[in-house]
């Protein structure tokens, strides 16, 4: 298992603190500190119904942060639904994330320049997705860029999994397959998932490396990713392009909003992996190396305060959605079965009025 930073965010015996400049690693911190307070500030409004329902990421800010500040510009990102926090620092406003879980297609809505990918709700749909935009990029001789994949640890067990690594063994695609084993896909743990003693194993069998890393140290997320985005693009001879990333970590919270996880894990265990928090974690071996102070601490705090509340007004300002909206975003063309939808309920809404469709 890759470590940079121990538990008590000391630099492991023989580690190197990766290539970031000073005010990089401080970024890399504040964002992950914007990911947490975010992510508290979301389960809260679900609670008070300003949300529908929302996947918290607490506990997994290093994995994300991490692996997705080792992006370069023209590399895309493949998101799952819990990918708030790597969204957040390839561009995507946090506004648009509150709308999405708010139930308005417009925060699924990217914009141009972020290279993100449109959340994907169906397990591991997005893994063959993943292959093929980076197949298409190969096809096109685009030698610079690279497609890394965000999946949870159940996602391993679904055929796409297979289908989209063994293609992209085969095809020698660009892609990073980013695992965020969090120990759980709801109420399933990860022994449950795979008899495999760890899940970076499984890239042999594809021909391809596979890279265990410690999910809750950033610094090794980090340097874990940059490699295997360096490789992607540009693989010696005797290497292939893809790599299956393990980063190991927990979810501190629930499922979703809608799970009680306390029916099924021990409490006991989450607070083992409290001590693995990644973000005391950054802020110790940050402050000991003289990067950061406690002034700094409390300014990017208020800051981060700020930023939340703003995004939480503009999310709550936005005038409902047109219904027709849900049908848009996704894909350039409309497919014909989704143009038969959206006539579909044209015809009911004609008929019966949005007031009468609205009634509970
Ligand atoms: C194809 C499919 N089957 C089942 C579900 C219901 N479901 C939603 S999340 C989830 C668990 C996923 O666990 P994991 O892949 O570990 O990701 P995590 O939520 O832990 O990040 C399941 C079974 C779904 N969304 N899609
Ligand atoms: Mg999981």
Request: aromatic fraction near 8%; charge should be negative; proline fraction near 6%.
């Amino acid at each position: 298992m890759v470590r940079v930073l121990d538990e008590d965010g000391e630099l492991v015996d023989g580690a190197e603190v990766p290539d970031l400049s000073d005010d990089e690693l401080v970024e890399m911190y504040r964002q992950m500190k914007l990911a947490r307070r975010f992510d508290e500030r979301a389960v809260s409004l679900q609670r008070q119904g300003r949300i529908g329902t929302y996947p918290p990421l607490s506990g997994q800010e290093g994995a994300q942060i991490g692996s997705a500040f080792a992006l370069a510009e023209d590399d895309w990102m493949v998101p799952s639904y819990r990918e708030h926090g790597a969204a957040l620092v390839r561009g995507l406003p946090l506004k648009d994330t509150l709308l999405y879980w708010m139930g308005d297609e417009r925060g699924n809505s990217v914009p141009e320049d972020a290279n993100i990918f449109t959340v994907a709700v169906p397990i591991a749909s997005q893994i063959p997705h993943a292959t093929g935009l980076a197949w298409a990029s190969k096809l096109r001789d685009e030698e610079d860029k690279a497609f890394l994949c965000y999946f949870g640890d159940g996602a391993t067990s679904e055929g796409d999994f297979h289908e989209g690594l063994n293609f992209a063994g085969v095809f020698d695609t660009p892609n990073v397959f980013f695992c965020n084993n969090n120990q759980w896909a709801i109420s399933v743990p990860r022994e449950r998932q795979t008899a495999s003693e760890t899940i970076a194993q499984k890239a042999e069998a594809y021909g391809f490396e596979g890279v265990q890393v410690d999910g809750m140290d950033p610094l090794a997320v980090y340097k874990v990713t940059k490699d295997a985005l360096q490789k992607a693009k540009n693989p010696d001879d005797d290497e292939l392009r893809p790599t299956l990333v393990e980063a190991v970590q927990y979810r501190f919270g629930a499922h979703t909003t809608a799970d009680d996880p306390s029916v099924y894990r021990d409490e006991a265990e989450v607070e083992e992996w409290k001590a693995k928090d990644p973000l005391p974690r950054l802020e110790t071996f940050l402050k000991n190396t003289d990067r950061l102070d406690d002034d700094d601490v409390e300014a990017i705090e208020a800051d981060i305060e700020d930023d939340v509340a703003a995004a939480i007004e503009a999310a709550e300002e936005t005038p409902r959605p047109d219904p027709v909206e849900m049908f848009q975003n996704v894909y350039a063309d409309m497919p014909q079965r989704l143009e038969q939808q959206l006539d579909w309920f044209e015809s009911i809404r004609a008929e019966h009025g949005d007031e009468a469709l609205l009634e509970d």
